[in-house]
């Protein structure tokens, strides 16, 4: 008989990550599921059929390892980013299982321990949590407070607070998630100019909903190489259970990358199925004006309804003039709607999802109790 007592595992765990929890929203079969940015539309059946053709003539050679530079791959998310207008070479393309692994390549081949990141805060919490497991110090920067420009994020602030901290990588994000808005190419030069020893990320990963007239950092990368635009098939392209995410930047920058992952690390069926993906561009990308179509009409009737929505360029959008943030995203899922707490006082975020979606979330927004709304009493906290 063992007279063994369990060890405290906490105690063996690296100390930085001691009382940490682990990151991720909840996976709740309910009616309406709009907290986590997924399009709403499944894979369209003739795509689904190419994948399964594909993903059927690879299996017999699943005994070999994958083509560790997803050469077929690489191809096709450069020419599906070229399309935007500014030509991106293969050897321009890197990629992921999903952007995460991509930002995780990049903070461990540019960051980590005895360097520092900035963000823009409420922005992403991946790009902060990724820093830290790589022991990259996370340095939260500011965006603008005051009414009128809440959360809006500026050349000349962001210059200024790049520059007193000297950080090994700057990580803007636009769309910005959680709060929808993009930021303008004035943003991005002045952090490339203001941080010369850094790599500055621009997390694209809503570009495809972004309004009319909202510019790419891609068209930046000529003569920036220094520049890393990263993007994902997680939101637009409907294929968040696909892991795919990328980057374009200078060759030499994701060259660089090979240093730091796995052998291997994207799968022969994973490349298979993100190549037929792309095949269908246009297929994939077909249900982009309805969900805009459903985002814009969640912001027009949730200021008619009195809680006031931030401007979005994403599948998303957040919205205000809550009393009780906590309080109303567990009165959305008793009646079936699952949105995102992302944290930010009298707020919550709302997938954009189909019009059947949209029309649950909006008259469960609209079925609400006034002791949902923000008044000026409950405005003090
Ligand atoms: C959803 C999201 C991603 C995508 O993550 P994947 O790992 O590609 O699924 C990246 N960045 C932002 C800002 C996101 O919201």
Redesign the pocket.
């Known amino acids: 008989m063992t007279t063994s007592t369990r060890a405290d595992l906490t105690r063996l765990l690296r100390a930085d990550l001691r009382g940490e929890s682990a990151y991720g929203a909840p996976q709740l079969a309910v009616p309406a599921a709009l907290n986590t940015?997924e399009n709403s539309y499944p894979v369209p059946a003739d795509v689904v059929a190419e994948m399964a053709a594909e993903v059927a003539r690879i299996l017999p050679g699943l005994n070999r390892y994958p083509d560790r530079e997803f050469t077929a791959l690489r191809a096709a998310l450069a020419g599906y980013l070229s399309r935007s207008g500014t030509p991106i070479s293969a050897d321009q393309v890197w990629a992921g299982n999903?952007?995460?692994e991509v930002l995780l390549h990049l903070f461990q081949a540019f960051g980590g321990a005895g360097r520092t990141a900035i963000g823009f805060t409420p922005s992403?919490s991946?790009h902060a949590i990724i820093a830290g497991t790589s022991q990259t110090t996370w340095l939260p920067g500011r965006r603008h407070t005051e009414p009128g420009r809440l959360f809006e994020l500026d050349a000349e602030s962001v210059a200024a607070q790049v520059e007193s901290v000297n950080p090994a990588l700057v990580f803007l994000?636009s769309p910005n998630?959680p709060t929808g808005t993009a930021i303008g190419l004035d943003v991005v030069e002045a952090a490339y100019a203001a941080a010369p020893d850094a790599v500055i990320v621009v997390?694209e990963?809503y570009a495809e909903f972004a309004r009319p007239g909202t510019a790419s950092a891609l068209t930046l990368l000529a003569g920036r190489e220094r520049l890393v635009v990263t993007r994902?098939m997680?939101?637009a392209f409907a294929l968040?259970g696909g892991r795919l995410?990328y980057l374009a930047a200078d060759p030499e920058l994701t060259a660089l990358l090979r240093l730091v992952r796995l052998p291997y690390h994207l799968s022969t069926p994973v490349q298979a199925i993100a190549v037929a993906a792309l095949r269908h561009t246009d297929t994939m990308l077909g249900t982009v004006g309805a969900i805009t179509a459903q985002r814009d009409r969640i912001a027009i009737e949730l200021a008619a309804l009195g809680y006031p929505p931030v401007p979005s360029d994403a599948n998303f959008v957040l919205f205000g003039g809550l009393a009780d943030a906590g309080a109303t995203w567990a009165a959305l899922l008793d009646r079936g709607v699952l949105v995102r707490d992302v944290g930010i006082p009298h707020y919550l975020r709302v997938t954009a999802g189909t019009p059947a979606e949209t029309t649950a979330f909006l008259d469960a927004m609209a079925s609400l109790g006034d002791e949902h709304r923000l008044t000026r009493r409950s405005d003090q906290s």
């Open positions: 940015n999903g952007s995460n992403y991946m994000c998630n997390d990963a994902t997680s939101k968040a995410g």
